[in-house]
């Protein structure tokens, strides 16, 4: 099984796998105080667990295509947790973990979460979108290229680069995504 930890002011965050949960069942192996369904609903792939020191806490999943836990699924920035969820972003609040807003931040999946502390910016990196979100999970400006962005992917100091399948390189302003 999966999975990513985090550290954060309410402790040590892990973001797991959860293969073989079934929302609203008494016969989960795992116990969740809290069962969060985002987007359209219509997932595929394992949910999400999301454990502080251990003990479940929430577990999420979204619409789109649940992409495997790695590095980058999720992130604490501003005392929130912004985990990627199929093709939508959650930001939770930190202290009581419960949903804030989610947005939908590509047609398919969100492969991973980036921020850059000069420009103020958590950046989205999904199949077909680029996406910049506020600290309160708004979504400010999205961007997209001729063919999915499964290449290189990278926050430089002047602009955010994606390359898509063909090799295509983007580089896209901090500010409002445009092209440079």
Same mark, same amino acid.
């Given at each position: 099984?999966?999975?990513?930890?985090?550290?954060?002011?309410?402790?040590?965050?892990?973001?797991?796998?959860?293969?073989?949960?079934?929302?609203?069942?008494?016969?989960?192996?795992?116990?969740? !105080?809290?069962?969060?369904?985002?987007?359209?609903?219509?997932?595929?792939?394992?949910?999400?667990?999301?454990?502080?020191?251990?003990?479940? !806490?929430?577990?999420?999943?979204?619409?789109?295509?649940?992409?495997?836990?790695?590095?980058?699924? !999720?992130?604490?920035?501003?005392?929130?947790?912004?985990?990627?969820?199929?093709?939508?972003?959650?930001?939770?609040?930190?202290?009581?973990?419960?949903?804030?807003?989610?947005?939908?931040?590509?047609? !398919?999946?969100?492969?991973?979460?980036?921020?850059?502390?000069?420009?103020?910016?958590?950046?989205?990196?999904?199949?077909?979108?680029?996406?910049?979100?506020?600290?309160?999970?708004?979504?400010?400006?999205?961007?997209?290229?001729?063919?999915?962005?499964?290449?290189?992917?990278?926050?430089?100091?002047?602009?955010?680069?994606?390359?898509?399948?063909?090799?295509?390189?983007?580089?896209?302003?901090?500010?409002?995504?445009?092209?440079?």
């Amino acid at each position: 099984m999966a999975w990513l930890q985090l550290l954060s002011s309410i402790g040590r965050i892990r973001i797991v796998e959860e293969p073989q949960y079934s929302f609203g069942s008494a016969d989960n192996e795992r116990k969740y !105080a809290r069962e969060i369904t985002i987007g359209d609903g219509d997932y595929i792939g394992s949910p999400y667990g999301v454990l502080v020191d251990d003990v479940p !806490a929430v577990v999420l999943a979204g619409g789109g295509f649940m992409m495997p836990i790695e590095g980058r699924s !999720a992130l604490v920035w501003k005392e929130r947790l912004f985990i990627g969820v199929g093709n939508c972003v959650a930001c939770l609040s930190l202290r009581a973990l419960a949903l804030i807003r989610s947005v939908q931040v590509d047609f !398919a999946a969100c492969f991973s979460l980036h921020v850059s502390p000069v420009h103020d910016a958590l950046i989205c990196h999904g199949e077909v979108e680029i996406s910049r979100l506020s600290a309160e999970g708004d979504l400010l400006w999205q961007s997209s290229g001729r063919d999915i962005f499964t290449g290189l992917f990278a926050l430089k100091p002047t602009h955010i680069e994606a390359h898509d399948f063909n090799e295509d390189v983007y580089r896209l302003r901090y500010e409002d995504g445009s092209a440079l």
